[in-house]
Every structure is written in C-alpha cells, then in structure tokens.
Nanobody, 122 residues
Framework: QVQVVESGGGLVQAGGSLRLSCAASGRFFSTYAMGWFRQAPGKEREFVAGINTSGISTYAADSVKGRFTISRDNAKNTVYLQMNSLKPEDTALYYC???????????????WGQGTQVTVSS
C-alpha cells in the first residue's frame, strides 16, 4: 500500500512557476513508478508527466514538454513537478499517482492523492 499527498499548488500569474510535491508513505517507494495527472473543470483527467522507479526515465505530455519537469528523490519518498512558463490553460486540479514498476500514460495507477489546485491567471 502507498499513500500519496500532494502539496505546492496555488495561484500564479501567467509566465510564473510553481513546484508541486508528492510525499509518499508506505514501503518500497522506489519500486513504484509515479505520475502526475490533471483535471480541468469540465474536462477529462489527463496525463501530465511520469517517472520510472529509478528516476532515469521521464515522460511528459506534448502540452507541457519543455515547461514541466518531473523528478523524484527516493531517499525522501517524494516526487516533484517543476512547472515553468505557466499558462492559463494549465489551470487544473493536479493529482499524483503511483503504480508498480512501469510508467503508463493511461489512468491505470493503483494509488491516487486528493489533488492540489493550480490556478494560472492571465
């Protein structure tokens, strides 16, 4: 079992930056691939970024490539999402999720947090 708790959301102006954190509890965090997803009002939840168990391989949606960076610190049981050059269309509830072994870009993750709100003003 893994529990994940997101933090770091907030209100920021367009062009600004935020760093989201996802703290995980439970054993064997380093055996879980981690993902960030987001859901804007009236839209489906979508994949944003993912990272494999070691942190060597990362994946990002086309809409955030070059602006968002995912990383993890297995010693701290934490995964991060650094978001730069934020746009109003990045406004959403951001979720952290965990699944055993392999990153996927679908919703097939086993453990989800409650989300942290990111609002980007124009």
């Amino acid at each position: 079992q893994v529990q994940v708790v997101e933090s770091g959301g907030g209100l920021v102006q367009a062009g600004g930056s935020l760093r989201l954190s996802c703290a995980a509890s439970g054993r064997f965090f380093s055996t879980y691939a981690m993902g960030w997803f987001r859901q804007a009002p009236g839209k489906e939840r979508e994949f944003v970024a993912g990272i494999n168990t070691s942190g060597i391989s990362t994946y990002a949606a086309d809409s955030v490539k070059g602006r968002f960076t995912i990383s993890r610190d297995n010693a701290k049981n934490t995964v991060y999402l650094q978001m730069n050059s934020l746009k109003p269309e990045d406004t959403a509830l951001y979720y952290c999720a965990a699944r055993r072994l392999r990153v996927v870009t679908t919703q097939e993750y086993d453990f989800w947090g409650q989300g942290t709100q990111v609002t980007v003003s124009s």
